[in-house]
């Protein structure tokens, strides 16, 4: 069978098994182990394309019993694995940030759009510069050292409304009353 008939062979059957393998997954495990095992068994029925019967279903069903069960399998040799190390060498006590209620940055921090606290935690956690950052979230250095600037702005406005001065600085210079 050449590639072009493969293909559209494929390409007929992949609509029924997809939704059918879905609900069959989504009745057995989580709907992440579901995605992954869906993938794998696209991945065997395409390899095995030739061997599929006609009445393809209960075959894409076994292909997919198969791929759960080997993802079970993984899961519970990565458990055992997890609970030998650390038994064997104790993760250390990592402190959850803001570590105090009274922390300032860490409350200013969570007050502040996701977008702009996750490129102020790559910069100042993972110490990552702005190109980067970049390349972590698929943008361009130039977006991202803007996009940088304006998060340190907005944390600065969050720190100053919280500190006792509702965002107001003292004044530097003409008369004071």
């Given at each position: 069978?050449?590639?072009?008939?493969?293909?559209?062979?494929?390409?007929?059957?992949?609509?029924?098994?997809?939704?059918?393998?879905?609900?069959?997954?989504?009745?057995?495990?989580?709907?992440?182990?579901?995605?992954?095992?869906?993938?794998?068994?696209?991945?065997?029925?395409w390899r095995r394309?030739?061997?599929?019967?006609?009445?393809?279903?209960?075959?894409?069903?076994?292909?997919?019993?198969?791929?759960?069960?080997?993802?079970?399998?993984?899961?519970?040799?990565?458990?055992?694995?997890?609970?030998?190390?650390?038994?064997?060498?104790?993760?250390?006590?990592?402190?959850?940030?803001?570590?105090?209620?009274?922390?300032?940055?860490?409350?200013?921090?969570?007050?502040?759009?996701?977008?702009?606290?996750?490129?102020?935690?790559?910069?100042?956690?993972?110490?990552?510069?702005?190109?980067?950052?970049?390349?972590?979230?698929?943008?361009?250095?130039?977006?991202?050292?803007?996009?940088?600037?304006?998060?340190?702005?907005?944390?600065?406005?969050?720190?100053?409304?919280?500190?006792?001065?509702?965002?107001?600085e003292e004044p530097?210079?003409?008369?004071?009353?």
């Open positions: 069978m050449n590639l072009d008939a493969r293909r559209t062979r494929f390409e007929a059957l992949a609509p029924s098994v997809i939704d059918a393998v879905r609900r069959y997954l989504a009745r057995r495990t989580d709907p992440a182990t579901a995605d992954d095992v869906l993938s794998e068994t696209l991945l065997v029925c394309l030739a061997e599929m019967p006609a009445d393809h279903l209960p075959w894409a069903y076994g292909v997919a019993r198969n791929c759960l069960q080997n993802a079970e399998r993984a899961r519970r040799r990565q458990v055992r694995l997890f609970a030998r190390v650390v038994a064997l060498d104790p993760p250390r006590a990592v402190a959850d940030w803001p570590a105090q209620p009274d922390d300032q940055v860490g409350a200013a921090l969570a007050r502040l759009r996701p977008a702009d606290a996750e490129l102020l935690r790559l910069w100042a956690w993972e110490q990552l510069s702005p190109a980067q950052i970049a390349a972590v979230l698929g943008l361009t250095a130039n977006a991202t050292s803007i996009r940088l600037h304006r998060a340190k702005q907005r944390l600065r406005e969050q720190l100053r409304k919280h500190d006792g001065r509702a965002g107001h530097t210079g003409g008369r004071r009353p």
